[in-house]
């Protein structure tokens, strides 16, 4: 298992932006696809977005493209979720996720669904209201 703990999440207005972040404890992520998952109330969970361990890219849902941005941040050893011109469509409890999958044979490949990905945080809050 890999320990994932979320955190940064809160209330924003709409419009606003927040960052939140998953550390990784007891080993390097370098070779698994970072993920990150949103479930709102009554709700499935859904993906957000991702970066692939295999080639370094980025995959997001057409939902939060261009909003949203996944990077990492090495000294740390974490993986953030910036999330900008948020909307109340935004809301749910936030997840972040790790799977092996990255390539199939030499093409990339990147997990979209949750059940393709092994270990999970306990999730953050993100509430966006006015």
């Known amino acids: 298992q890999v320990p994932l703990k979320e955190s940064g999440g809160g209330l924003v207005q709409p419009g606003g932006s927040l960052t939140l972040s998953c550390a990784v404890s007891g080993r390097s992520f370098g070779s698994y696809t970072m993920g990150w998952f949103r479930q709102a109330p009554g709700k499935e969970r859904e993906f957000v977005g991702a970066r692939n361990w295999y080639d370094s890219s980025t995959t997001y849902s057409p939902s939060v493209r261009w909003r949203f941005t996944v990077s990492r941040n090495n000294p740390e050893n974490t993986i953030e979720l910036l999330m900008e011109k948020m909307k109340p469509e935004d809301t749910g409890v936030y997840y972040c996720?790790?799977?092996?999958?990255?390539?199939?044979?030499?093409?990339?490949?990147?997990?979209?669904?949750?059940?393709?990905?092994?270990?999970w945080g306990q999730g953050t809050q993100v509430t966006v209201s006015s």
């Open positions: 996720a790790t799977s092996r999958k990255g390539h199939d044979g030499g093409d990339v490949y990147t997990p979209v669904r949750a059940d393709e990905y092994d270990d």
